[in-house]
């Protein structure tokens, strides 16, 4: 594989999560290709590229920066051939992604990489269906919504070459994302695991009238979510140790007590009737209030906390 600038992006799949990373790469100065078989797939995309602009010019702009710099093609081959990077962002089905990949491997050169958004898929499993160069396929699952969260979990699967890892790991952070890398596939890759288990925790415990379901959001949303912001699990625990740090937490009494929490934790599995206790909490928290304001003020405040952070010093 040899690097050459990147500069033409073929999304794949133009859906939620792919129209959220069009506007991130047209935001970014980048030529964007995109290809999407459902009816009135161009027009919507166009449609979030153009509502979600301002969040972009609140980020910062790239000088190239443009809407214009889109195009739609028919067939994710052209898409491919056409591009110096692919995302691809297709329904979460093994058989259609291995499909997608083959016909994308044959048409894309062999110097582009070929980036897949699955969520649980393993890209090992759609690599066996490129014959062609594998090692070019890879996963570069991003948090919703791409164009503001910056992470990018990237894994080299079976056939991953570490050229390929390398480039796409400096190529997400050229455009601003902040990658890390999965040095072993896992269902779920690292960031909706860690969500899973928050979340069978937080079923158990509404399961088990232990809180509701409004108090169990203010739990997180006014607790330690807002440190989760800021720092990750592990350095906060290093906060927790007071002088002696992360190292003298483990000596403490209060280790002890969390690991004793790990053994007391629920298994849960969502029937219909938890499934419509949960559903009827989050009404009532609501009060009748429509998501389109709350997504609005959520990603606002978002806004203000990246670039916050972004001109903070001593935050990793």
């Known amino acids: 594989m040899i690097e050459q600038p990147v500069r033409r992006i073929a999304v794949i799949g133009t859906g939620l999560i792919g129209a959220s990373w069009a506007l991130l790469f047209l935001a970014r100065g980048l030529d964007v290709v995109a290809t999407d078989p459902a009816p009135g797939a161009e027009e919507a995309t166009r449609r979030a590229v153009e509502a979600g602009w301002s969040a ?35 329904p979460e089905r093994l058989d259609l992604k291995r499909d997608l990949f083959a016909r ?19 890209v090992s499993q759609v690599q066996s269906a490129c014959p062609r160069h594998p090692g070019r396929v890879l996963l570069g699952h991003p948090f919703n919504p791409p164009h503001l969260i910056p992470l990018v979990e990237v894994a080299g699967g079976d ?9 796409a790991m400096s190529f997400y952070r ?58 990750g699990p592990f ?6 140790g ?18 004793a ?27 009748g209030q429509g998501t389109d304001g709350m997504v609005a003020a959520r990603d606002d405040v978002l806004l203000q906390l990246l670039a916050a952070k972004a001109g903070t010093a001593g935050l990793p």
């Open 242 to 259: 007071g002088p002696g740090g992360l190292a003298a937490l483990f000596d403490k009494p209060l280790w002890a007590a969390t690991q």
């Open 56 to 90: 972009m010019e609140r980020l910062g702009l790239s000088d190239r920066a443009s809407p214009d710099r889109l195009r739609f093609v028919t067939r994710p081959e052209d898409a491919a051939a056409a591009a110096d990077f692919v995302q691809e962002n297709g």
């Open 104 to 122: 994308m491997d044959a048409a894309a050169p062999a110097h582009v990489i070929l980036a897949s958004s699955t969520s649980t898929i393993q």
């Open 261 to 287: 929490l790990w053994r007391d934790l629920g298994s849960v599995t969502v029937n219909p009737a938890l499934a419509r206790e949960v559903a009827d909490g989050v009404a009532a928290e609501l009060g």
């Open 174 to 231: 050229a455009v601003g994302k902040h990658p890390i890398r999965l040095r072993k596939e896992v269902p779920g890759h690292v960031a909706n695991r860690l969500q899973a288990a928050l979340w069978q925790e937080a079923f158990h415990l509404v399961q088990s009238g232990v809180v509701s379901v409004a108090d169990l959001d203010a739990a997180i949303a006014h607790g330690p979510g807002l440190r989760w912001a800021l720092l």
């Open 235 to 240: 350095l906060n625990l290093h906060l927790s």
């Open 159 to 167: 056939a991953g070459t570490e050229e390929a890892i390398e480039a």
